[in-house]
């Protein structure tokens, strides 16, 4: 008996940023796989899909905020039970890859929590991830399968190339661990200068940076200090202090992931920022929002790249190669 292979492309949801989910799938023209799922009185999560999933090819969205151990459980229990449905081949997109700061040892008896997860994630069942700016290209090679490892960079830099035309530029790596990002987004913007902030700790005052001088051409210069996530934003804020007394004529803040803890959203709004720009690769809530801010969607992204890997298409001719 000869059968035709029927593709069909359905899209699951976590709970987390259901917004961005249902962006994605009018961006695609589907709707959205509905699914029960709840959370028993002891914490355990339960998740069912009300529709057959049998021979899908599945991409399972959920964006990894706090609560993050929450949403990265429910993530894991929607492949299982995607797995044990029989769907044909599952994705697992998650814009913000949760615990990836973790991707080394720095001392012994440490994790590497940024593996772990893309083991777990293995072991529940998925065949393929995509996330947004990893915060090391390494964690690529921690998941036994593809890796779709995406850009914002080019949507921060037409944003940022658009709205300050004419303006003379300067790209500023907040640590000297960025210079290789700056160098691209430089190229990006049309070869303008880099810079970054020579960065001391002093060591009777642990968990605190000094940010002590900056390496590049910044006076009179629009600086664009760029980084691939803000979470209390101590270090990125420090660097706009420090470019602004060294004389830049305004500093813009590019970053993709709004992580936003602690006092982040008061260090942004006051440190003298002409604007901040993220994507919306994690929800921001409207008292974390203020006029200096601004957010781009990542669902076109997202959606462009689903259908590239429905369509069995490539993935880095999105990003020029550099995917």
């Not at 593709?7 to 589907?30: D, I, S, W």
């Amino acid at each position: 008996m000869a059968g035709t292979p029927k593709k069909n492309l359905m899209l699951f949801g976590g709970r987390a940023y259901p917004e961005l989910t249902e962006q994605v799938a009018k961006h695609l023209n589907v709707s959205v796989t509905p699914q029960s799922a709840y959370d028993f009185a002891n914490g355990e999560i339960f998740v069912r899909f009300e529709e057959s999933v049998r021979g899908c090819d599945a991409f399972v969205i959920q964006s990894h905020c706090a609560p993050i151990n929450q949403w990265l459980m429910e993530q894991l229990i929607m492949v299982d039970a995607l797995k044990r449905a029989s769907a044909k081949r599952i994705t697992v997109i998650m814009p913000y890859y949760p615990y990836a700061r973790q991707d080394k040892k720095h001392r012994g008896r440490e994790p590497i929590s940024a593996r772990l997860v893309a083991d777990l994630f293995k072991t529940a069942g998925a065949d393929r991830l995509v996330a947004v700016d990893l915060h090391t290209a390494q964690i690529q090679g921690f998941f036994d399968g593809p890796v779709d490892h995406l850009w914002a960079m080019p949507l921060l830099a037409e944003h940022i190339r658009d709205k300050y035309a004419g303006r003379e530029l300067t790209v500023v790596s907040p640590d000297a661990g960025r210079t290789k990002l700056a160098e691209k987004w430089a190229d990006t913007l049309g070869g303008t200068p880099i810079a970054f902030i020579h960065k001391t700790r002093d060591p009777l005052r642990p968990n605190e940076v000094v940010a002590n001088r900056v390496v590049g051409q910044v006076k009179d210069r629009l600086c664009v200090v760029i980084d691939d996530m803000i979470d209390t934003g101590g270090t990125i804020t420090k660097a706009v202090e420090q470019l602004l007394a060294e004389g830049a004529s305004d500093v813009v803040i590019a970053a993709t992931h709004a992580v936003l803890s602690g006092p982040a959203v008061e260090r942004l709004r006051d440190c003298g920022a002409r604007e901040v720009v993220f994507t919306d690769t994690l929800p921001i809530a409207a008292e974390k929002r203020f006029d200096a801010m601004t957010v781009l969607p990542i669902a076109p992204l997202l959606a462009r790249v689903i259908q590239e890997v429905f369509e069995d298409g490539s993935v880095t001719s999105l990003f020029d190669g550099n995917a």
